[in-house]
């Protein structure tokens, strides 16, 4: 049985007079791979600004690591949402590594040779060492990601989260980031909020989806959720939205796929690439 | 020009010129990478507030405007952090209020004998010893900063959110970087003019800005630039007779034209 590393109790966030979340229970345990998917405004990124202890919520409670979010933060590795912004700001990539330093003890001025080994390691870490002294906004988006990653290994967190990592990345570049993240996985628990069901389903162990309450579900059994009647393993979206929008997961297998009209199974997956 | 530097105004000016563009450079460069520009340009216009109160008090001009604009760089601190989605719109009332203000103040001052002039274009062959005191402390002061807080600055700057949790005090630095701006606005106003001071403080970090690669590098190449710009512009005003604040703000606009323009032919 793992350790919980996030607790999540009774917990409900309303911006001013607008309710986010309201009664939220969720247990993320040591090195799970723990995905979060919903709707746009549903409260996912509200989700992850509680754990990091960045919003306060009006009711129930949040134990990181068994303390309150804002006393766990050093053993927190975070990667915020869209790269792509603020590009023209002049910053070498090993000066936005070292950035997951601060706070830390320093010198008086300018960088420790620790600092520096130590950023070069985790820049290595994610294949980017040969990128230390270009200027930030020269990388492409899986690139500058793979940075962001690294800054968030510098402070040797126990949880890695990341919102929504491979957005406005190529499929390749989301591949290697995913396949990155898996083997962060070995040491660490991983947080990661996206839209990218396919890929999310091949590498997390537990989605939960956030759209005001939530409902997690326990997929590390890949096979339950692959169609197994065609000759390439492929994923279906249509079930996959059905099982992750209903509280009854253990009805949806494949022959509910099949019950469904080919009418609403097109519309179904319409809407579903529309809310995408 | 060189039987010019026989004159002690002479030599204030170009003193202060050095002096207010290196602070300018440092500070711009501050001003464009945190997208403060509007905010710095409704700092400035405040602080004509502050003139107009020290003309009908009988204060020190710097010191009216100095408080006024420190006053404005905190309100807006304070209004950003609790509303920032609206700060454009505050910006814009700080910065009317604050003018009106000053027009007021100078209005029902007995024996009206300023030159608004020259504090809405600059009047930098009229710096006294006093004033290159002020310039040469403030820059003492945002050099002392920026070294000592560079890496808290430049976390804040590039992403402050991330600053945030790896325990920086993001409201601390980022109310720093305003007051700084204000007080820079202040003495770059004796330079060009409250009007012409948002020029100053971007065009030169613009240029620097594509040529750099670490903040850093961005704001000593942009201290270096605006010190360029002002004393080319201040050799023109000198021998055609010329407003020396637009004249400097001129050189500067021609000095990026023919930079954009280098940079197109390159490509």
């Keep these: ?276 | 020009m060189i039987e010019a530097l026989q004159f002690s105004f002479m030599q204030h000016a170009i003193i202060a010129g050095i002096l207010v563009s290196l602070a300018a450079g440092i500070i711009g460069s501050l001003i464009v990478v945190n997208r403060m520009v509007f905010l710095a340009g409704g700092i400035a216009h405040t602080s004509y507030g502050g003139i107009g109160l020290a003309v009908f008090l009988g204060l020190p001009i710097f010191l009216g405007a100095s408080l006024f604009a420190v006053g404005a760089a905190l309100l807006i601190a304070l209004l950003t952090h609790r509303n920032r989605h609206r700060i454009d719109t505050f910006i814009g009332l700080i910065w009317a209020v604050g003018m009106a203000i000053g027009v007021i103040f100078v209005d029902l001052t007995p024996g009206y004998n300023v030159d608004l002039m020259s504090y809405l274009f600059g009047s930098i062959l009229a710096v006294t010893t006093q004033d290159l005191y002020f310039m040469g402390g403030l820059l003492a002061i945002i050099l002392f900063v920026v070294v000592f807080w560079y890496r808290q600055i430049l976390a804040v700057s590039y992403d402050s959110e991330y600053a945030q949790l790896r325990g920086i005090n993001t409201r601390f630095f980022y109310t720093l970087i305003l007051i700084l701006s204000a007080l820079t606005v202040v003495i770059a106003i004796k330079v060009v003019g409250l009007i012409l001071v948002i020029a100053m403080l971007t065009i030169p970090v613009y240029i620097a800005e594509k040529l750099s690669n670490s903040l850093f590098g961005m704001m000593f190449l942009s201290g270096a630039i605006a010190t360029l710009f002002t004393l080319t512009g201040l050799w023109f005003s000198y021998t055609f007779d010329l407003t020396s604040g637009a004249s400097i703000i001129l050189v500067s606009a021609a000095g990026l034209g023919l930079f954009l323009l280098a940079n197109r032919l390159k490509s």
């Design chain 1, 1 to 276: 049985m793992s350790r919980p590393v996030i607790e999540i109790k009774n917990l409900s966030f309303a911006y001013e007079d607008q309710l986010v979340l309201e009664d939220i229970n969720l247990t993320v345990e040591e090195r799970d791979f723990f995905a979060i998917i919903g709707p746009n405004g549903g409260g996912k990124s509200t989700l992850l600004k509680l754990i990091l202890g960045l919003l306060t919520p009006q009711q129930g409670e949040i134990r990181v690591l068994g303390k309150p979010p804002q006393k766990s933060r050093d053993k927190i590795g975070y990667v915020p949402q869209n790269t792509n912004i603020n590009t023209d700001f002049p910053i070498k990539v090993i000066e936005v590594v070292l950035m997951g330093h601060v706070g830390e003890r320093k010198p008086l001025f300018g960088y420790g040779k620790d600092e520096i080994a130590c950023a070069m390691g985790v820049l290595a870490q994610v294949g980017m060492e040969k990128f230390a002294n270009e200027k930030i906004g020269s990388l492409s988006g899986g690139q500058r990601q793979r940075v962001m990653i690294a800054r968030a290994l510098c402070a040797h967190p126990r949880i890695l989260i990341l919102d929504e990592p491979t957005a406005s990345i190529d499929p390749q570049g989301q591949k290697e980031i995913y396949e990155l993240l898996e083997q962060l996985n070995q040491t660490m628990t991983i947080l990661v909020v996206s839209h990218d069901l396919s890929i999310i389903l091949k590498y997390a162990n537990k989605v939960a989806h956030v759209n005001h309450s939530v409902v997690v579900h326990d997929i590390s059994d890949k096979s339950k959720i692959f169609h197994t009647h065609s000759d390439t393993e492929h994923l279906c979206e249509i079930e996959l939205l059905q099982m992750l929008g209903n509280e009854s997961c253990d009805t949806c297998t494949s022959q509910k796929d099949d019950q469904l009209t080919p009418d609403i199974k097109s519309k179904n997956t319409k809407e579903w690439r529309e809310n995408r």
